[in-house]
Every structure is written in C-alpha cells, then in structure tokens.
C-alpha cells in the first residue's frame, strides 16, 4: 500500500541528486520560511480541514494533507461525525493552530531554469476537536522555469507521510504539482494551480485520490502590501464504500503585509461550500485566519 508513496520520496531525492551532478549546475542556494497561523472556523467539517482556504503557492510539504473522516465513523448521519453539528451539543465551531516550517535547496542549471528540493512539516492542532489534528512530513521535488519576463512555470513530484490521533488514517501520499504564473504588469499577476494525490491509508475508508485546481491573483496595492484573491475547486474519490466522493468550493481573499525584513504577516478569509453525493451531506464554512512568517 505505500511503496508508491516511498517510491515518489526516493524520486525526489534521486532527481535532486541527479541535479547537482549536471556540469552546467552553479553553486546551490538554501531557503527556509517557518510560520504560524491561528484560524477560526465558524462551521468545522473534518472532511475538509485539510484544505481551508486553498493556497496560494505550490504546497512545499509533499502531497497535501488528508484529515478526512469516511461515511460510517463515528456518530450521527451521512458522512458520520465529519461534520461536528451532527455530533451532539458539541458547538460547530472553533480555533485552530497550524505550525509550520520548510527547507530547500534550489539549483541552477541555466539563467531561466532552476531544479529545487524542498523538506517541510506541519502540525495542526483543534482546540475542541482534537480528532482532526494531524501531522505532516513530506518532500517535494522539481522544477522552475522563467519564459520571458511574464510567463514562468513550476512542476513538482511529492511525497508524504501523515499521521493522525485515530491510527486508521495514517497515510502516506503521492502526487504531482503544476503551477502557471503570469507576471501581467510589475504589480500585478495570476496564478494557475493543479495539484494531484493519492492518498494510501491503513485502512480503504480514509483512502482516497484527489484533485484540484486554484486560481490566485495578486496586486502589490503598496511596495510592502499584497492582496491576494482566489478560487479553489477541491474533488476526492474514496475506495470505500465504492463511489463515494466529495467536492469543495471555496472563495478566499487574503493580505500579506511585510513588517520587517523577511517578516510578514498575513491575514485571509475563506468561504468554503462543500458537498457528497450522499444526500443531506451539504455545508459550509466561513474560515478567518492570522498568521506570522519568516522566510528567507
């Protein structure tokens, strides 16, 4: 069940091998970014809980995360405890705390190409709901280019192993990552995202493939502010019970103001509408988020 999960990991770490190998390749740079971000949902759905909001850039911590709860686990009706209203006097919503942080590598092969390997992990912890908590340790491996001064591209192979409160959900993933970027004026620029993942649980109800796709805007309203603009479409097919799936919708507006240097904080807000093709399965939420990175 998870040797294609490994074998995308190994494949990372040969493809960044193999690129500090190419006589062309100058020296390689190091980067890192580690941050915090303290969020609040007024309608948790642990179906989801993995993907509040989208992103706006490739994820950098292997294939995306997977805090998934399957038809059938736990009490209530439909998707069976994935969604918090449906589990008794317990309140819908509540805070959360993501921890992050990230390391890679990047190489250069030519003045418009870079080869990259990127290590990250994350944790993400409820206050009230702690059995949608998890952990993430993942690598990514790929590619940058540049095409003149406004279109650039990235491609990336990822791996991922997740671990959960409930052993059932413990995974690990493999997938792929392309993103467009059109640099439209110096102030302004689109990005277009498709992410794939298989999902290889240790048990089939939390097994899964997914796929999505984002588009992002971003505008430099001033030289040290961002807004940032986008749209995500979120669909995972289970293995069990056979035919299962699950769609999202969501909407986010986000600001990224830069304090120092490579400081920043970021705030977002995101309207998720999710839905299953069991009946009575539709909700939605309303996600505000605040955070504080370093990146350098």
Same mark, same amino acid.
């Given at each position: 069940?998870?040797?294609?999960? !490994? ?29 915090? /971000? ?8 642990? =179906? =989801? %809980? #993995? /993907? ?6 490739? $994820?950098?911590? +292997? ?18 405890? &994935? ?9 819908? %919503? ?7 942080? #990230?390391?890679?590598? =990047? ?40 095409? +003149?001064?406004?279109?650039?591209? /990235? ?62 805007? +971003?505008?430099?309203? =001033? ?27 969501? @909407? ?6 830069? @304090? ?9 807000? &995101? ?7 069991? $009946?009575?399965? !539709? ?5 505000? &988020? ?7």
């Amino acid at each position: 069940m998870h040797r294609a999960a !490994s074998s995308a990991i190994i494949l990372c770490l040969a493809t960044f091998i193999i690129s500090l190998a190419v006589p062309a390749a100058q020296a390689a740079d190091i980067f890192y970014d580690a941050a915090i /971000k303290g969020a609040y949902e007024d309608n948790v759905v642990g =179906l =989801l %809980s #993995d /993907k509040r909001g989208g992103y706006a850039g490739v $994820p950098v911590t +292997g294939a995306g995360g997977g805090v998934m709860m399957a038809p059938g686990m736990g009490p209530g009706s439909g998707m069976g405890g &994935s969604i918090p209203q449906d589990t008794g006097t317990q309140s819908k %919503s509540d805070t959360s705390i993501n921890i992050l942080a #990230d390391i890679g590598v =990047l190489t250069k092969i030519n003045p418009d190409t870079n080869l990259f390997l990127i290590g990250g992990a994350q944790h993400t912890s409820y206050s009230s709901f702690t059995q949608f908590d998890f952990t993430i340790g993942g690598l990514s491996a790929g590619i940058y280019k540049e095409f +003149g001064e406004v279109f650039s591209a /990235k491609a990336a192979i990822n791996g991922a192993i997740k671990g959960y409160q409930d052993s059932q959900r413990n995974s690990t993933a493999y997938g792929a990552t392309l993103s467009l970027k059109e640099r439209l004026t110096p102030i302004f620029w689109l990005k277009e995202i498709y992410d794939y993942e298989q999902n290889n649980a240790d048990s089939s109800l939390f097994t899964y493939t997914g796929n999505s796709g984002s588009i992002w805007a +971003g505008w430099s309203a =001033l030289p040290t502010t961002t807004v940032l603009l986008g749209y995500n479409y979120l669909v995972r097919d289970y293995d069990e019970p056979s035919g299962f799936k699950v769609t999202a919708n969501t @909407i986010s507006a986000g600001l990224e103001q830069k @304090i120092a240097i490579k400081w920043y904080i970021d705030a977002q807000y &995101s309207h998720q509408a999710s839905d299953s093709n069991i $009946p009575g399965t !539709s909700s939605t939420d309303n996600i505000y &988020s605040i955070g504080l990175r370093y990146s350098y």
